[in-house]
């Protein structure tokens, strides 16, 4: 099954007569993978670079709110921008390393399989590509007691990500005294901003602060 938003490129693909194949002129964004039906899934994309973050997060959901299809997916294929790829495999102390970088560790073990100059493309773009390989979790790979109070955790942290963790959790309505004994109960330090984290340490924080409520 192939679904494309370009009217141009699904003409060509429908004159090819592929065997076996549906084409459907529709935006992937909106499309029902649930209407296919198949007990597993291998998504493969040369993805608009513009919606890849967007396509990421129709494939998987988000962290505490998966997609409906999520146990149907075996694995995803792109082609993204090569500083997009950079961002999904990134690790923490990394100027990548990002919001989408972790809800991919959340949902899938991720890495980077190739790296395609400009040049191979016809007309040339002005960024070099990546081929990246996302293969699902059978579950989440933290311990985590509330996977929503994760989201919202990582996503405040991330909105200022210059400043220290603990100065963008205001709406968890904890004191600055009490995020620093709950930081040092958890040996991470006060001062540290969301870009040093793993995902394992954003989980512990998480747990932490829903054992307070």
Same mark, same amino acid.
């Given at each position: ?48 670079? =513009? /919606? $890849?973050?967007? +396509? ?5 959901? &988000? ?7 999520? %146990?149907? *997916? ?24 990002? =919001? /989408? $970088?972790?809800? +991919? ?5 991720? &890495? ?7 040049? %191979?493309? *016809? ?29 919202? +955790? ?60």
């Amino acid at each position: 099954m192939a679904v494309d938003l370009d009217r141009e490129c699904v003409e060509e693909l429908n004159k090819m007569n592929i065997p076996g194949v549906e084409i459907h002129h529709q935006d992937f964004l909106q499309f029902d993978l649930m209407s296919i039906e198949c007990q597993s899934l291998k998504v493969v994309g040369n993805v608009p670079y =513009q /919606i $890849t973050t967007p +396509i990421v997060a129709r494939l998987f959901g &988000e962290i505490g709110a998966p997609s409906a299809w999520l %146990s149907k *997916i075996d694995s995803v294929v792109m082609t993204v921008q090569k500083e997009v790829a950079e961002r999904f495999v990134a690790n923490p102390n990394n100027k990548n390393y990002s =919001q /989408i $970088t972790l809800l +991919i560790k959340y949902f899938a073990e991720a &890495e980077m399989l190739e790296v395609i100059p400009a040049q %191979s493309f *016809i007309p040339e773009p002005n960024v070099n590509s990546a081929v990246i390989r996302m293969t699902p979790h059978k579950s989440p790979p933290v311990d985590c007691s509330d996977h929503k109070l994760l989201r919202q +955790i990582i996503r405040a942290g991330f909105k200022q990500r210059r400043k220290m963790l603990k100065n963008n959790l205001s709406f968890l309505n904890l004191t600055e005294a009490e995020l620093g004994a709950l930081f040092a109960s958890l040996k991470i330090d006060p001062m540290v901003r969301a870009e040093r984290l793993s995902l394992d340490q954003f989980a512990k924080i998480a747990n932490a602060v829903a054992a307070r409520r």
